[in-house]
């Protein structure tokens, strides 16, 4: 596992990564996707698997380096088929899609080590697999895939980003941008935009995973990253954080990525047209306003139940 080291300039926490190779400018443009098909997917080992929290499951695997994945996208994870099992001899399970929780680096900030979170809830072949696997045990992988919780702006470093998840494993890509904003040691990237993470409820603290990382990582970093309960941006007060994130999606251009139920998306979208019927500006129309933030890129929604 890599060393945190403590950086004396910015007095913030860091970690060196490998291989920079992983920087490649042409990801950037052209992201990858789907570099392992069912037909012919990767196999990865599993290194951990640890209950982070109730029924919610955090594995690490080891892809070798053979796994070139951007933050945001996820993974297309399958049963291996069983040997021991004569009445399943080429057993291929349905393809579950599972986001990244770690960076392009990562868990390990070495290459070859990635992290997937997801529930035991499922009544999912793969899942129980998964939560019932050993360090050892095998896992095929397809893809990678979607895009929709990529970075969405040619300059990321410099742009307002706001993240959403409600509950549980949607917060998997949100961890991975946070990992790469703040606590890993980059030559070529510099974020010095402003991050902000609405996630989970005051009653409801189980379902937040990562909780004391992120509260860490807000610690490390108060004048660009901000961490705030998801009822936070349901806020209809004309000071709360609902009118300020509103305000920053129409003005200041910033980035708005929903994970989670169609039911989240909609409680959101319900509040942003209330700010935009109140709104003093030329649009006040939410349909308007959100079909040109998704014209632009700003409006990137993952529905992830």
């Not at 910033?254 to 942003?272: K, T």
């Amino acid at each position: 596992m890599a060393l945190i080291l403590q950086d004396a300039t910015t007095d913030v926490r860091r970690v060196p990564v490998r291989p920079l190779k992983l920087e490649d400018a042409n990801a950037m443009i052209m992201p990858p996707t789907n570099l392992y098909t069912p037909e012919a997917p990767h196999t990865a080992t599993i290194l951990s698997v640890r209950e982070i929290s109730h029924q919610i499951y955090e594995i690490v695997f080891d892809h070798r380096g053979f796994m070139m994945y951007l933050e945001g996208q996820a993974f297309g994870v399958m049963v291996p088929p069983n040997p021991n099992n004569p009445f399943e001899p080429e057993r291929v399970s349905r393809r579950r899609i599972i986001f990244a929780a770690s960076s392009r680096y990562g868990e390990y900030f070495n290459g070859r080590s990635a992290t997937i979170c997801v529930s035991n809830e499922d009544d999912d072949e793969t899942i129980k697999y998964l939560c019932d696997a050993k360090s050892g045990y095998h896992l095929q992988l397809v893809g990678p895939t979607l895009t929709e919780t990529l970075l969405g702006d040619s300059s990321p470093a410099a742009a307002t980003h706001i993240f959403v998840a409600k509950s549980g494993a949607a917060i998997a890509p949100f961890r991975a941008h946070l990992h790469r904003f703040f606590k890993e040691d980059i030559p070529t990237f510099k974020f010095s935009g402003d991050a902000w993470l609405f996630y989970g409820a005051r009653n409801n603290l189980q379902c937040r995973l990562y909780d004391e990382e992120f509260m860490q990582c807000e610690e490390d970093n108060p004048q660009n990253f901000h961490y705030n309960f998801f009822i936070d941006i349901l806020d209809r007060d004309a000071g709360g954080l609902g009118k300020m994130v509103f305000d920053m999606l129409v003005d200041n251009e910033a980035y708005i990525y929903l994970v989670g139920s169609q039911e989240m998306v909609d409680q959101v979208e319900v509040v942003f047209r209330g700010f935009a019927g109140s709104s003093n500006g030329q649009k006040c129309n939410w349909k308007e306003i959100k079909d040109e933030l998704v014209s632009k890129n700003q409006w990137r929604v993952e529905i992830y139940d």
